[in-house]
Nanobody, 123 residues
Framework: VQLQASGGGLVQAGGSLRLSCAVF????????IGWFRQAPGKEREFVAY?????????YADSVKGRFTISRDNNARNTVYLQMKSLKPEDTAVYYC????????????????RGQGTQVTVSS
């Protein structure tokens, strides 16, 4: 499985961004695609997930109500993270990852393939 995150950038607080995760060479064992983020000096943390079959979703409390994860219904090989009402504390490198475990928020159960995309929110 190969994953490619894109769509990051610089935005003012209160603004919006949409991140994309292109999924290539999907494995039969892939169950869930997740978004994670890592700010300087901090551990990588879970943001949101979507299951590959059924499209169930889950969110970290810190982004619930502001971020929405979804899949491309046509191509079905792109996962999006729509981010609204952005805050300076959302500043981080955002990564997408895949897991064989269904609907998990545990970052240790994901495989990170590919580089992240930088999101910077100015106050």
């Amino acid at each position: 499985v190969q994953l490619q995150a894109s769509g990051g950038g610089l935005v003012q607080a209160g603004g919006s961004l949409r991140l994309s995760c292109a999924v290539f060479k999907l494995s039969f064992s892939t169950s869930t695609i997740g978004w994670f983020r890592q700010a300087p000096g901090k551990e990588r943390e879970f943001v949101a997930y979507i299951t590959w079959r059924g499209s169930s979703t889950g969110y970290a409390d810190s982004v619930k109500g502001r971020f929405t994860i979804s899949r491309d219904n046509n191509a079905r090989n792109t996962v999006y993270l729509q981010m609204k009402s952005l805050k300076p504390e959302d500043t981080a490198v955002y990564y997408c990852a895949e897991s064989s475990v269904r609907a998990t928020m545990d970052r240790t159960q994901y495989r990170y393939r590919g580089q992240g995309t930088q999101v910077t929110v100015s106050s």
